[in-house]
């Protein structure tokens, strides 16, 4: 658990979280992480638009909150991502500077 996660999400949140990335980085090890990376990306965006879909009964109430969707999810991402890239900056020696075969279990 990187410190910007400490405190911040609950035990299965971060046990989620932890087995998403294992399985991207061994599907990074096969296709590559830029590939994977985005691939991850999808997935979220079409994760969530189910989530968005599965929460009204006809498609002009999920167009009506289509707007606010996108915005949240694009925000929350936007907070997360920072987050994290702010993490990586104040510890790059530590996660980056690792071994290679300790980097590669450092994402």
Not at 26 to 41: E, L, P, S, T, W
Not at 46 to 61: D, G, H, W
Not at 65 to 81: G, I, N, P, S, W
């Amino acid at each position: 658990m990187s410190k910007l996660e400490e405190g911040m999400f609950d035990e299965q949140f971060v046990e989620v979280t932890n087995k998403l990335i294992e399985i991207a980085n061994q599907m990074g090890g096969q296709y590559g992480d830029h590939k994977v990376g985005v691939a991850f990306i999808y997935a979220a965006a079409r994760f969530n638009a189910y989530i968005a879909a599965s929460s009204v009964t006809k498609a002009e109430e999920l167009a009506d909150k289509r707007e606010k969707a996108v915005e949240y999810f694009t925000d929350r991402f936007r907070q997360l991502y920072d987050g994290n890239l702010v993490d990586y900056i104040s510890n790059f020696e530590e996660y980056m500077g690792a071994e290679e075969s300790e980097a590669e279990t450092a994402h």
